[in-house]
């Protein structure tokens, strides 16, 4: 009997692989303004009593007369002179049917699609500035929502607030895979607005739907699973770049551990100079560990830590240690040479992450001081020229040092030329930049900063840069002012790629890029969280530049850092658990491919192929590849590598050839 394999899914495969340049086609434009109908339903007007499938297809309403003609943006505001105001955004006004009456607007956007767009559509986002919730329809069936209650009514009203600053940024939503209720021809883009309460002082609803010929971002099904190991207090999770593949977790209290898949072992005890007993809750303490790019060879490795000696007590000290020439396990304490000691006048946004970037210089991302609004001195911290608070600093620990310090300057550190400003910094304006990495295969930067009051960010700094960049706080939030009289004097002002408000969460752990051999799925993400809130996002670039979000987790873990092993594999720490998971996917690297195969003169079949976890699979065969019947039983993967067997009815055929089937759940 002649074989032949194949394994496959019948469902349709995203590719990872992106075209260099997209091309989009705006199907509904917010400039200049789509046609718009609306209506706030009442008894009267007759839209108490409409279905959905009543008003959000292309088919006209029942009560088609009672809808107000216009364009978008649809809302109302009541303050016209405030500096988040709607006003130039809106042209049809409801403030007289809504406001005090109503928290509920239906709103229609006709629109066309040719056929040459329509065949080439691959991906289908709908931007929204929207205040405070909505539920979009396209051709009559539900894409997308944004703090909608689960059951829709004429007198709904959004769960939450979104704040004023917030809505006037489009939020992306992608609604790829209704890609195939798109017509050749008319359709209709119909959105449920929602405000969060009657008595709300405006209201805005203002869409943007976006056809690209380029495939949607391809995201995980990310998954933490069981801890793989738990530490006392962890705040970062690092490897040394010797081939051992050890995972370092640094703990608060000042001891480093080592796991290599077993019971964990300690490589440094410093908890006789480490201060975490002074006010200040979780923020003091041993907060960073950065291991020599020469480590295999000089055995170099570097901390960031608060102290409880030296004077004065509570600074920020940076010390390079030596580990055991016959142990590789024993970081030696004794060896300690302090290169670096930085007074801290609170007791909170220490900073506290080191990392040395694609260049061999070592980076230290310092706060701005703590206390509330950076109110040190006249311009805050952050903006200071006089002070390594609040900065991004670049120095070079690993050459020859400087006369009169233990480190020299690099000679294209972007302040060197400027008197006013101190060598060692490379970039302004951090407020507390918990957790930063490098790409290990770009050299790209990014930078999650913890906000104050409203927002949390993520800076992005790509490895073409040269330094001098101001991320903007006390001035700026996020993308939001918060204190307008602060002057930006240094470097060049630089926005962040992406935010959140405080409904998301309240204090942002950033993460890493995913660069590991396993999950194919993850290539290219830039993965974060929230410490308060325990969600997970994954951040990627779109073909266009555009940056894309994506929440994947919602956790109850208290997100005290993100690491990256040797190999690339990311994982995650829960300071008050101490638990530390490993990320991965439900797909491997060998997902819908055959890995093993085996036949028997009987017709006995045994294949091995990539599954992902939770999918249902099906094993066929066909003697003329034509028809297809089920072998055997049907199985849910439980692991990335599955097995299927079966054996054929009746007497083998001369020829057979087999093949899994992915089946829809």
Do not use: C
């Not at 699973?225 to 999770?237: D, E, K, Q, R």
Request: hydrophobic share 35%.
């Amino acid at each position: 009997m002649k074989t032949q394999i194949a394994a496959f899914s019948t469902l349709s495969l995203l590719s990872i692989f992106l075209p260099l340049h997209a091309a989009e086609t705006t199907l509904v434009n917010d400039d200049p303004a789509a046609n718009a109908t609306a209506l706030v339903p009442t008894a009267g007007n007759g839209g108490n009593d409409l279905s959905p499938a009543e008003w959000t297809t292309v088919a006209s309403p029942p009560n088609a007369a009672s809808w107000i003609l216009g364009t978008t943006g649809v809302g109302y505001e009541t303050s016209p002179n405030s500096g988040t105001s709607y006003s130039a955004l809106l042209d049809l006004d409801l403030r007289a049917q809504m406001q005090n009456r109503s928290a509920t607007a239906y709103i229609r956007i006709p629109f066309t699609v040719e056929k040459a767009t329509l065949e080439g559509t691959r991906a289908l986002f709908l931007d929204m500035k929207y205040d405070d919730g909505f539920v979009a329809y396209l051709n009559g069936q539900r894409v997308a929502a944004a703090n909608a209650p689960s059951s829709l009514s004429a007198s709904s009203s959004a769960l939450s607030n979104n704040s004023d600053a917030n809505a006037l940024q489009f939020e992306r939503f992608d609604i790829s895979s209704f890609i195939s209720l798109l017509n050749d021809g008319p359709n209709m883009l119909a959105i449920h607005g929602l405000n969060d309460g009657v008595t709300s002082s405006d209201f805005l609803v203002l869409p943007r739907l976006i056809a690209t010929d380029a495939l949607p971002p391809v995201w995980p099904n990310l998954q933490i699973g069981t801890p793989i190991t738990t530490a006392s207090s962890p705040v970062a999770l690092t490897h040394a770049p010797d081939g051992s593949n050890r995972l370092f977790i640094v703990e608060r209290g000042g001891i480093i551990r080592i796991w290599d898949g077993g019971r964990l072992r300690t490589f440094l005890d410093l908890r006789s100079r480490v201060n975490t007993n002074d006010s200040g809750g979780d923020e003091r303490g041993l907060l960073g560990l950065a291991f020599s790019p020469r480590y295999a060879t000089n055995g170099q490795f570097y901390v960031n830590y608060i102290s409880s000696n030296s004077s004065p007590r509570g600074a920020t000290v940076i010390s390079r240690f030596t580990v055991n020439p016959v142990n590789a396990d024993d970081g030696v304490e004794t060896s300690e040479e302090v290169l670096l000691v930085i007074t801290q006048p609170e007791p909170n946004h220490n900073g506290g992450q080191i990392n040395f970037g694609p260049d061999g210089f070592l980076y230290i991302g310092m706060g701005d001081g703590g206390g509330a609004g950076d109110v040190h001195g006249s311009r805050g911290n952050g903006q200071a020229n006089d002070t390594f608070l609040g900065k991004m600093l670049r120095i070079d620990v690993e050459g020859t040092p400087d006369p009169g310090l233990p480190y020299a300057v690099p000679n294209d550190n972007p302040f060197l030329l400027d008197p006013q400003v101190p060598d060692e910094i490379w970039a302004f304006g951090l407020r507390n930049p918990w957790r930063w990495s490098f790409d290990r295969k770009t050299g790209d930067m990014y930078i999650a900063d913890v906000g104050q009051y409203e927002w949390e960010e993520v800076n992005f700094v790509p490895a073409s840069s040269t330094g001098g960049e101001n991320f903007q706080w006390r001035r700026i939030e996020g993308f939001n002012t918060f204190n307008a009289g602060t002057q930006i004097t240094k470097g060049t002002s630089t926005d962040p790629v992406f935010e959140y408000d405080h409904n998301a969460g309240s204090s942002i752990t950033g993460g890493y890029v995913y660069r590991g051999q396993e999950h194919p799925r993850m290539e290219g993400i830039y993965f974060f969280g929230d410490y308060n809130s325990g969600r997970i996002w994954g951040l990627q670039q779109d073909p266009s530049g555009n940056w894309i979000d994506r929440q994947l987790l919602d956790t109850s873990l208290r997100i005290s850092s993100f690491g990256e092993d040797e190999r690339g594999n990311l994982y995650v720490a829960s300071l008050f658990t101490g638990a530390i998971h490993r990320l991965s996917d439900t797909r491997g690297e060998n997902y819908l491919q055959v890995t093993s195969a085996s036949f028997t003169p009987a017709g006995e079949a045994r294949i091995g192929f990539g599954a992902e976890i939770g999918k249902q699979y099906q094993l066929q065969f066909s003697a003329n590849l034509q028809s297809w019947n089920d072998v055997g039983r049907a199985s849910r993967a439980t692991d990335f590598d599955s097995e299927l067997t079966g054996t054929l009815p009746g007497p083998a055929p001369a020829e057979a050839y087999f093949r899994v089937v992915e089946l829809a759940n």
